[in-house]
């Protein structure tokens, strides 16, 4: 059964840092790409970065491009992204989602989230 | 970018009524789109990748078509279970942007 399990999330000043995990199981991790989607309360999906297996392919919304890194640790079954100079519109659930044996494949299971708060 | 819209916002059909949500790109993704539900509270589930392809274990009643710019979810029998948020997805490129979403409720 494929699980996964973030976790990192909670209350940050503006302009901190914060680190997300992901952590997968259920399937062969390092054959897949992995994503993080999120949602801020009460509006839709917004895609926040995608990584390809092998590290070689990576994107970023424009929305946190400068900001956040993903990257993966293939030997831990370990996805992550790191979350610098936070604002209030970074407030959101952040889903872990993984993708498929490309880049560009669309994302069958989703992990339950962890909310990320910004404020002072 | 590419960006991707959604019609209508919001409807409210009754119980065996055949409902059709569309979705349209800024620009021609081939079929390289996906739609997902998101029931209250819970997480998003991958209903159709490659526009018209129904993931395993999705009821029969859900079914989508198009290419290029325009596409369509269509759940032919709306059921009580369906009520949720739809949401489409292009996924040939990044950035992997999705629509703004379509909430179904039951009239």
């Known amino acids: 059964e494929v699980q996964l399990v973030e976790s990192g999330g909670g209350l940050v000043q503006p302009g901190r840092s914060l680190r997300l995990s992901c952590a997968a199981s259920?399937?062969?991790?390092?054959?897949?790409?992995m994503h993080w989607v999120r949602q801020a309360p009460g509006k839709g999906l917004e895609w926040v970065s995608g990584?390809?297996?092998?590290?070689?392919?990576?994107g970023y919304a424009d929305s946190v491009k400068g900001r956040f890194t993903i990257s993966r640790d293939n030997a831990k079954n370990s996805l992550y992204l790191q979350m610098n100079s936070l604002r209030a519109e970074d407030t959101a659930l952040y889903y872990c989602?993984?993708?498929?044996?490309?880049?560009?494949?669309?994302?069958?299971?989703w992990g339950q989230g962890t909310l990320v708060t910004v404020s002072s | 970018d590419i960006q991707m819209t959604q019609s209508p916002s919001s409807l409210s059909a009754s119980v065996g009524d055949r409902v059709t949500i569309t979705c349209r790109a800024s620009?021609?993704?081939?079929?390289?789109l996906a739609w997902y539900q998101q029931k209250p509270g819970k997480v998003p589930k991958l209903l159709i990748y490659?526009?018209?392809t129904l993931q395993s274990g999705v009821p029969s009643r859900f079914s989508g078509s198009g290419s290029g710019t325009d596409f369509t979810l269509t759940i032919s029998s709306l059921q009580p279970e369906d009520v949720a948020t739809y949401y489409c997805?292009?996924?040939?490129?990044?950035?992997?942007?999705f629509g703004p979403g379509t909430k179904v409720d039951i009239k």
């Open positions: 989602a993984k993708g498929g044996l490309g880049f560009g494949d669309p994302f069958d299971y």
């Open positions: 259920g399937f062969t991790f390092d054959d897949y790409a």
């Open positions: 990584i390809s297996w092998n590290s070689g392919s990576i």
């Open positions: 620009q021609g993704i081939s079929n390289y």
């Open positions: 490659a526009a018209s």
């Open positions: 997805q292009k996924y040939n490129s990044a950035p992997f942007t």
